[in-house]
């Protein structure tokens, strides 16, 4: 019935056409949507890859983006309420955002991992508990304590200027956040490659068992480190946005992103340097699909069936695989 | 003091009837050792099927449909996830955006930007006699549409067929140790994929709880996060289907004190009572002890 309603018509031909504009056609397209979509698929992409690397399924990357996105929104309230001045506001306020970013998202990661390795709670319904409890949290800062001061709409002030990130390349939306990611997932790179503390966190995600006997490792303290890490990396995301495409704080603020981040870091086969090619592509996914819906008049979503049927197919090609070599 | 007591009550069992359909099945699957995080893109199929089907005039016609949509959308979790042993989790975050994309995509092609203005028959409420009239606690309880009661005799069926039936403790068997189960002659992987397909049914239908009996159209991504919310429920009601159905109540009770609070004028930030059923469940999660409650093999792959 689909294909009936959908194929052999010209429209996908301008569809598809508009998928590609949207995405890599001008300039505009690529350093001003894309490649901004990137980048919070890409911080919270390496989010899930290094929890997964570990063996901790954090599905909670969603969460620990908006606490991210909040601590950040309340440094910046903070210091217009102290009436700094730009320079300070820039150099000291600034980075001390996304610091409390990354912060707060690795403590609500870290209830999560407290209930684990203290009560061994499952932290994948853990985590979805407190995606909810982030996602009211956020639904009352921008009613509540936070909010714009005419009170009219559910959102926070805007950030002052001082406290928006540069931008890399003028005249586009592309931000620092963007080298922000690519320093990430060097970071993460180097540090599951050639660090001691990178092998233990993979050992006890490869086998935990082997870890602790054979290896020695305290499975239970890489298994933590690895989770906070991972709050830490979507927390930083979530600061990111904020300061680098949002300038406030609303419910919507995040379309998803912690779970497309799980799409992410599989297309990457949890490699920290392919979460940078995954969060592009994905980047461009979601940004074809938004010029796609404005131009041919194609629902958007059609990004996360696009985005479905990527995990789907990655699964049942590694699955497969393993099918035929036993 | 009564009519909003019985409004609140009313307004507790609407919300919960859904939330506890899907919670009744994912219960089961989760007694199987299988997670189906799928379980967000299973109802809102079943949600856009019920529009569909009642689209031909009759809601059991919607009934069906969203129960046939629920157990595809599981059919396929069950392929990946239980049959070909991919990763629980993984598989069903791309069933659940499978899910809501797929039926945005297929509500904007069939009824078009503008939505669907057909109006769909919905399921009725049927008082029963004599114990709708029960005062304050009659209405709420007793004067709801057929799938509530659904949901009153599935409680103790599945309590009676997963702790009192071979096949029950197979499947519970399954959840607690596979290795085991199959040394008894069980065979795990069947189990969890007749698991995971009823708890497709039940997703299904509590999809189109949503359409037919509550918001009477379709609406994009109109599950909500239920879900989620369902996972969390059965976690709160410690894996076993009367808990489930206790704790979707919790979970219904704590929306509908939006409601309550509401209709008397009292000012309070009502997301802390959307927030305190998940906070309970971390609560009640952390003070049973170890994994206690949870099925061992929970979310393990199958050998």
Redesign the interface.
């Known amino acids: 019935m689909?294909t009936s309603?959908?194929l052999g018509r010209p429209e996908i031909g301008h569809a598809l056409d508009a998928l590609w504009r949207g995405a890599f056609g001008s300039r505009y397209a690529i350093f001003s949507a894309t490649l901004v979509r990137a980048v919070p698929l890409t911080l919270t992409g390496l989010a899930v890859a290094v929890a997964f690397r570990a063996g901790v399924?954090n599905?909670g990357a969603e969460g620990q983006f908006l606490a991210g996105a909040a601590a950040a929104v309340a440094t910046g309230a903070l210091v217009a309420a102290l009436k700094w001045g730009p320079l300070a506001q820039h150099w000291v306020a600034l980075p001390g955002a996304l610091i409390a970013g990354s912060i707060l998202g690795a403590a609500w990661a870290g209830?999560a991992a407290w209930?684990r390795r203290?009560?061994?709670?499952?932290e994948?319904?853990?985590t979805?508990?407190?995606?909810?409890?982030a996602l009211?949290?956020v639904?009352?800062l921008v009613?509540?304590p936070l909010q714009e001061p005419l009170r009219i709409y559910p959102q926070t002030a805007a950030l002052s200027p001082g406290m928006h990130l540069p931008m890399l390349i003028p005249g586009t939306r592309l931000h620092l956040g963007f080298a922000f990611a690519l320093v990430a997932a060097g970071v993460a790179w180097y540090v599951l490659r050639a660090t001691a503390g990178g092998f233990r966190l993979r050992a006890s995600g490869a086998n935990p068992f082997a870890a602790a006997s054979a290896g020695g490792i305290d499975v239970a303290r890489a298994t933590t480190r690895a989770f906070l890490a991972s709050g830490a990396l979507a927390g930083l995301a979530g600061a990111v946005e904020v300061t680098g495409v949002t300038y406030a704080l609303y419910e919507n603020i995040s379309p998803g992103y912690g779970?497309?981040a799980?799409?992410v870091a599989?297309l990457a086969n949890l490699r920290p340097l392919g979460v940078i090619a995954a969060g592009i592509l994905f980047g461009a996914l979601e940004a074809g699909a938004a010029a796609m819906q404005r131009d041919a008049?194609?629902?958007s979503?059609?990004?996360?069936?696009?985005?479905?049927?990527v995990?789907?197919g990655v699964?049942?090609a590694?699955?497969?695989r393993?099918?035929k070599r036993r | 003091m009564e009519a909003p007591l019985t409004g609140f009550l009313a307004a507790t069992v609407r919300t919960a009837t859904p939330l506890a359909l899907a919670a009744l099945g994912e219960t089961v699957v989760e007694q199987a050792g299988v997670i189906n995080v799928g379980l967000e893109g299973v109802i809102i199929a079943g949600a856009f099927a019920a529009l569909v089907g009642a689209g031909t005039g009759s809601v059991t016609a919607g009934c069906a449909a969203a129960i046939g949509a629920g157990v595809l959308v599981a059919g396929l979790f069950a392929l990946v996830a239980v049959l070909l042993r991919a990763d629980q989790i993984i598989t069903g975050t791309a069933v659940t955006l499978l899910g809501l994309g797929l039926t945005g995509l297929l509500y904007r092609i069939l009824y078009g930007v503008a939505g669907a203005a057909l109006s769909i028959p919905t399921m009725r409420s049927l008082p029963l006699p004599f114990l709708s009239r029960i005062p304050v606690i009659g209405a709420p309880l007793f004067d709801q549409p057929p799938v509530t009661y659904a949901v009153y005799l599935l409680v103790p069926a599945l309590w009676w067929w997963t702790y009192r039936t071979h096949a029950g403790l197979a499947l519970r068997s399954v959840g607690e140790n596979p290795d085991a189960a199959r040394a008894a002659g069980i065979r795990p992987r069947r189990v969890q994929g007749w698991a995971v397909l009823l708890g497709g049914v039940l997703g299904g239908l509590s999809g189109g709880t949503l359409v037919l009996a509550q918001a009477g159209t379709f609406a994009e991504g109109m599950s909500a996060g239920r879900g989620f919310i369902a996972i969390a429920i059965v976690a709160l009601g410690r894996w076993h289907p009367v808990g489930s159905a206790i704790a979707a109540g919790v979970f219904g009770a704590a929306s509908a004190l939006q409601f309550l609070f509401q209709a008397m004028g009292w000012s309070a930030p009502y997301q802390l009572f959307l927030v305190l059923p998940y906070v309970l469940t971390l609560i009640a999660l952390a003070t049973t002890r170890g994994r206690r409650g949870a099925p061992a093999a929970l979310s393990r792959r199958a050998m």
Do not use: C, H, K
């Open positions: 689909i309603i959908v399924l599905i209830i209930l203290r009560f061994g709670v499952l994948v319904i853990s979805i508990m407190l995606n909810f409890v009211d949290a639904a009352y009613r509540g779970y497309t799980i799409a599989l008049g194609v629902p979503v059609v990004a996360s069936v696009i985005e479905a049927a995990i789907l699964l049942l590694q699955q497969t393993a099918w």
